[in-house]
Structure formats: structure tokens, C-alpha cells
């Protein structure tokens, strides 16, 4: 199986095999494709073509492509929708272009959700029905996993956590809203929290993360904040979704141990009982293969239905 990573900055792909190992990667630069959907989507098939190539697999050996995006993606009719990131993208229909171009099998869907698939099943998500795994990073999002399933929503825009309303009164946010918790706990505003408190202009997160690991206090001050922020923004899915556990992926979840505490303090506090009581922080453990491997998954149980 090809799992493909379509992101702002590059693509990448992987060889997977059944048991969810990749056994090849490559990736391209996504800038060098303007605003072309066409120019990139050939690209990406020629990439595909060389990853099979080195191994000598014919179209027999590759049970199907998948390919993860950032932005909006109807997964059942295989179009592109929008996607905010990457100029010229609306309407495309992508899995259609693909699977003639390449007499691949294709499947499409979000890349946060094509995340969660990966640590679903090979990560730290594996054995839950029930589980929400967020991305924080440039912007905040989720994948939800309820009943042992990817929940899309009917529009396929379900687990937009970063556009919750945080507070009523905030910065207004890209999605036209404004005191969205993404606003408080994306990385532009974090760097510049950490450059006013370390009075520091070029400090990066990764600075204030090793400062932590070396006992800094107000480094570990810093991280207990956003933490404390982060149990905020999780109260509401946590009481209405009631998940086993609470998946946390992306750049700043490299110091989720010095926000875990705070968080699980909050939704102590202020979360219903029983949800409480049930749900767990864990940090994600496939990294940035996680992508490529829930394109496997997706791709093994669309052949399974």
C-alpha cells in the first residue's frame, strides 16, 4: 500500500506494508508547484510510481493508494473541497484523476483523521473504541474515533476542536470567529508568549521545552499555563463526547509531559464524573509516519467493506 502526506510545506511518501510498517519513504516540496492542483498531482503520481518502481512491484502487488490532505475532503465521492493552505485547490476531483492516471485503487480523507487512523490502530490508540486525537501545531484540530469508527460528520468537518469558542470575547481567528481555542494554543501565539515571558524574541518552543526538561521554573511555569489552557479547551469534548482517552499529537506535544498535569487537573475539576474518571492524556507515538500508516488503515478496511 502507498500512503501519501499532503502538507503545506512537502508531501510525503511511504511503502506500507500489511502490518503497518513502511518500508520505503520519499517527498517533494509542495512550494515548487504554485498554484497548480494539476502540476502536483503529477508529481505526486510519479512519486508513487518511483516508490514502486525500487521495489519492482506491479500494480497486482499495491492494494490501493491513500492519500491524506490538509483542509476539507469528501471522502465518499473522493473531491478535494477546499484546502486553505495550498493555493488553487477547490472542487478537485482528486481520487478520480488519480486512479485513472495511475489504475491504482484510491481513497482521500483529512489528514488529521488519516492521523488518528495510524495511532488508532498501530499507536497509542490501540484497543480504544472511543478517543479523540488532537493535533497541535500551526492550528489545532482533531480526529474522533467514536464506537470504533472515524466520525466525519455529514459534511466532513467534524473535530474542528481549534474553532471551539474559548473565550467571548478574544482575537479573531482565519475561520471568521473570534476566542477560539486555537487562538490561545496554536504555535504563533505560544512563540509569542514564550518571547514575552523569557524576553527573548527568537526563543524558540523547542528552547522553552529543554529549559523545562533542565528543572527551569519559569520555563515548567510556562508549560503548566498552556497546559492549564489546553484542559480548558477539552472540557467541552470530553463531557459531551466521554472518550477513553485523549490523544495529543503534533510539534508542542513533544512537552506534553510538562503540560499533563495541569491538564488532567482541569478536566478533574471541571469535567462531569464519569467522564473524569475515564478518559486519559497520552501523547502519540507514531510521529511523522503517523499520516502514511492510517492511509494503510483506511485503505485495508475500505477493501474490507
Given at each position: 500500500?502507498?500512503?501519501?502526506?499532503?502538507?503545506?510545506?512537502?508531501?510525503?511518501?511511504?511503502?506500507?506494508?500489511?502490518?503497518?510498517?513502511?518500508?520505503l519513504r520519499?517527498?517533494?516540496?509542495?512550494?515548487?508547484?504554485?498554484?497548480?492542483?494539476?502540476?502536483?498531482?503529477?508529481?505526486?503520481?510519479?512519486?508513487?510510481?518511483?516508490?514502486?518502481?525500487?521495489?519492482?512491484?506491479?500494480?497486482?502487488?499495491?492494494?490501493?493508494?491513500?492519500?491524506?490532505?490538509?483542509?476539507?475532503?469528501?471522502?465518499?465521492?473522493?473531491?478535494?473541497?477546499?484546502?486553505?493552505?495550498?493555493?488553487?485547490?477547490?472542487?478537485?476531483?482528486?481520487?478520480?484523476?488519480?486512479?485513472?492516471?495511475?489504475?491504482?485503487?484510491?481513497?482521500?480523507?483529512?489528514?488529521?483523521?488519516?492521523?488518528?487512523?495510524?495511532?488508532?490502530?498501530?499507536?497509542?490508540?490501540?484497543?480504544?473504541?472511543?478517543?479523540?486525537?488532537?493535533?497541535?501545531?500551526?492550528?489545532?484540530?482533531?480526529?474522533?474515533?467514536?464506537?470504533?469508527?472515524?466520525?466525519?460528520?455529514?459534511?466532513?468537518?467534524?473535530?474542528?476542536?481549534?474553532?471551539?469558542?474559548?473565550?467571548?470575547?478574544?482575537?479573531?481567528?482565519?475561520?471568521?470567529?473570534?476566542g477560539c481555542?486555537?487562538?490561545?494554543?496554536?504555535?504563533?501565539?505560544?512563540?509569542?508568549?514564550?518571547?514575552?515571558?523569557?524576553?527573548?524574541?527568537?526563543?524558540?518552543?523547542?528552547?522553552?521545552?529543554?529549559?523545562?526538561?533542565?528543572?527551569?521554573?519559569?520555563?515548567?511555569k510556562f508549560?503548566?499555563?498552556?497546559?492549564?489552557?489546553?484542559?480548558?479547551?477539552?472540557?467541552?469534548?470530553?463531557?459531551?463526547?466521554?472518550?477513553?482517552?485523549?490523544?495529543?499529537?503534533?510539534?508542542?506535544?513533544?512537552?506534553?509531559?510538562?503540560?499533563?498535569?495541569?491538564?488532567?487537573?482541569?478536566?478533574?475539576?471541571?469535567?462531569?464524573?464519569?467522564?473524569?474518571?475515564?478518559?486519559?492524556?497520552?501523547?502519540?507515538?507514531?510521529?511523522?509516519?503517523?499520516?502514511?500508516?492510517?492511509?494503510?488503515?483506511?485503505?485495508?478496511?475500505?477493501?474490507?467493506?
Amino acid at each position: 500500500m502507498i500512503g501519501v502526506d499532503i502538507g503545506g510545506t512537502n508531501v510525503k511518501l511511504g511503502l506500507v506494508d500489511p502490518r503497518g510498517k513502511v518500508l520505503l519513504r520519499s517527498s517533494l516540496a509542495t512550494k515548487h508547484f504554485g498554484k497548480s492542483p494539476e502540476a502536483l498531482i503529477e508529481a505526486i503520481c510519479e512519486a508513487v510510481e518511483a516508490l514502486t518502481g525500487k521495489n519492482r512491484l506491479g500494480k497486482k502487488d499495491i492494494s490501493g493508494v491513500g492519500i491524506g490532505l490538509p483542509g476539507l475532503v469528501d471522502a465518499d465521492k473522493g473531491v478535494v473541497r477546499m484546502l486553505p493552505n495550498i493555493p488553487g485547490w477547490a472542487e478537485v476531483p482528486l481520487r478520480r484523476i488519480m486512479e485513472r492516471r495511475l489504475g491504482l485503487s484510491v481513497r482521500i480523507e483529512n489528514d488529521v483523521n488519516m492521523i488518528t487512523l495510524g495511532e488508532w490502530e498501530y499507536g497509542a490508540g490501540k484497543g480504544i473504541e472511543n478517543l479523540i486525537c488532537m493535533t497541535m501545531g500551526t492550528g489545532v484540530g482533531a480526529g474522533l474515533i467514536l464506537n470504533n469508527a472515524i466520525y466525519r460528520g455529514p459534511g466532513f468537518a467534524a473535530g474542528e476542536i481549534g474553532h471551539a469558542p474559548l473565550h467571548q470575547k478574544g482575537p479573531v481567528c482565519g475561520c471568521g470567529g473570534w476566542g477560539c481555542f486555537e487562538q490561545y494554543v496554536g504555535n504563533k501565539r505560544l512563540q509569542k508568549d514564550a518571547a514575552r515571558l523569557f524576553g527573548k524574541k527568537d526563543i524558540s518552543l523547542e528552547d522553552v521545552s529543554r529549559r523545562a526538561a533542565e528543572g527551569k521554573k519559569k520555563a515548567l511555569k510556562f508549560w503548566a499555563q498552556v497546559g492549564e489552557t489546553v484542559g480548558q479547551g477539552l472540557i467541552g469534548p470530553v463531557n459531551i463526547l466521554n472518550p477513553e482517552r485523549i490523544i495529543v499529537g503534533g510539534g508542542v506535544a513533544r512537552s506534553l509531559e510538562f503540560m499533563k498535569p495541569a491538564i488532567e487537573k482541569v478536566l478533574k475539576q471541571r469535567c462531569m464524573k464519569t467522564q473524569a474518571e475515564m478518559v486519559r492524556i497520552v501523547p502519540a507515538l507514531l510521529g511523522n509516519d503517523a499520516g502514511i500508516i492510517g492511509a494503510q488503515v483506511l485503505i485495508r478496511h475500505e477493501n474490507k467493506n
